[in-house]
């Protein structure tokens, strides 16, 4: 009778299912936030935008016999939005009108990740490198008299970016999990000597994600 019970008991404990086990596939969606600032010379203009995401993402995860999970990703994603600002000022007898506006194209990278298998749950953490793209346009008009001047850059800008990552995710079934997924992206500056111009960016990635296990 006590061997039974016992099985039982164990049949109600939460068991780790294959979905952290394994090759996976999934898709995402979520929030994406940019702070990109322009310099130019003495200049400087800010950008900030959050948009809506969406991606897909392909892994590996494994968990230990001591419940530890290791895992590895690649994913995909855009953010379509575009962020805008005008400025405007003077410089002695001059009017000065800057605009500049900043798309983002594509954002992909690979990550590993380190946590713990509850059962039906795993918590990790982890770290992400990879590339961003950017339309950038920067515009200004000098206006002195009579005289108008007009300077126009526009520029496909291709950035490297890392940063630390934060999720957690439950196994609905041996196959299928969501789970929520935290990312703060750090970019390298990109200079144009030509132009004279530097574009700084930072930003987060927030995300539901729902992966289906093979």
Known sequence: MKKLLSIALLATLPVAANT???????????????????????AELSLSKASPSFGAQVGYGHTLDNKMYLGAELDFGFAPSKSKKTSKGTLGAATIVGA?????????AIS???????????GYVGAFVGMENYKVKASSEITLGNVVRKELISKNV??????????VAYSVSDTLSVGLEGRYSI??????KKDAITIKTKGYDAAVRLNYAF
């Open 20 to 42: 952290f086990h394994g090759a996976y596939a999934g898709i995402n969606a979520g929030m994406t936030q940019r702070s990109q600032k322009l310099i130019q010379d003495d």
């Open 100 to 108: 500049a506006s900043s798309k983002m194209g594509y954002k992909a």
């Open 112 to 122: 590993a990740r380190a946590g713990y298998n509850f059962g039906c749950t795993i």
């Open 158 to 167: 291709t950035t490297f970016a890392y940063g630390p990552l934060l999720g």
């Open 187 to 192: 970019e390298g500056r990109k200079k144009y």
